[in-house]
């Protein structure tokens, strides 16, 4: 019943040849909701359109896939959020593509000040040589797609000395 609309609006376009694989639900025989994929063309015969003629994959499977990944996603970004450590994600040159609250918190700066941008963002925190360290870790990382520990000592953004731990992987 909620995907009424849906169905009656993807029957629209294909009239209209306006032609997109539609995705909805379908109750089978015994009650159970299934998720379909159709693909339609309208039947033209003597130049006035007569009728449908499509396909219908069931692709449930796929959709509980989906689902579960999103709720993955989800929990793995509240926990990666709401860490009691500083977390980062670069990418293979550098730039950062994640950081969690106490990134943030650590350095003085917002999410907006920080993702996209190259190690630059971190070098007044960090010694030159520390600095040269990390990003050796995160180049030899990304090479050899193995994980990389190390210790960096450098100041928050208050001035306090901070030793953080650095994960790479």
């Keep these: 019943p909620d995907d009424v609309q849906v169905v009656a609006q993807a029957f629209r376009d294909v009239m209209a040849f306006r032609l997109y694989p539609s995705d909805f639900r379908l109750i089978t025989k015994s009650g159970i909701y299934r998720w379909v994929r159709s693909s339609s063309q309208p039947i033209i015969k003597d130049g006035v359109q007569r009728g449908l003629r499509g396909v219908i994959t069931d692709i449930s499977m796929r959709k509980d896939t989906e689902m579960l990944l999103r709720e993955s996603e989800e929990r793995y970004r509240t926990l990666v959020e709401n860490a ?5 994600r670069l990418d293979a040159q550098g ?31 960090f010694t030159d040589e520390d600095n040269a360290r990390i990003m050796q870790a995160v180049q030899q990382a990304m090479m050899t797609q193995a994980r990389v520990e190390m210790d960096a000592w450098g100041r928050d953004c208050h001035g306090q000395a901070v030793c953080l731990r650095h994960l790479i992987y």
Excluded: D, H, M
């Excluded at 009691?84 to 980062?88: D, F, G, M, N, V």
């Excluded at 950062?96 to 007044?124: A, D, H, M, W, Y």
């Design 84 to 88: 009691p450590e500083s977390i980062a």
């Design 95 to 125: 730039k950062f593509l994640l950081v969690n609250k106490k990134f943030c918190s650590l350095t003085g700066l917002t999410l907006e000040q920080i993702i996209g941008r190259g190690p630059e963002v971190t070098q007044p925190y």
